[in-house]
């Protein structure tokens, strides 16, 4: 293993841990950044989008209110390993998708 993998592994390993811990869980809206731009998906219509990236395209699949990567050009494959979660990234394709909930958020704070 390279210094550069070890980095890698450490990044996915605190972003699953994030996604695990996040006081917010699940929601109503992926959330799908790229260097190409933003993107939001409701997580009630299923169907998979592809997302173009330096290496190539990655595919996230929603299905059942839950989203995956299904497909990605990295090398180890470490983001479709994870499975269906709350906080999906492929790092070295430059694409991070979240949940988030469109409805009981606040819109203000006031004092």
Not at 4 to 14: C, V
Not at 69 to 82: F, L, T, W, Y
Not at 99 to 105: A, F, K, P, R, V
Request: net charge negative; aromatic share 6%; hydrophobic share 35%.
């Amino acid at each position: 293993m390279k210094p550069g993998d070890l980095a890698i592994i450490a990044i996915y390993a605190a972003v699953s841990v994030f996604s695990f811990s996040s006081v917010q869980s699940g929601g109503d809206v992926l959330n799908v950044e790229t260097d190409n731009g933003s993107y939001a998906y409701s997580l009630s219509e299923d169907g998979v989008h592809s997302f173009s990236g330096p290496l190539g395209t990655t595919e996230i699949e929603i299905k059942d209110g839950r989203a995956r990567i299904i497909s990605s050009p990295c090398r180890n494959g470490i983001c479709m390993q994870a499975g269906w979660s709350d906080t999906l990234c492929c790092l070295p394709n430059r694409i991070i998708a979240t949940t988030t909930d469109t409805e009981g958020g606040l819109d203000a704070i006031s004092g």
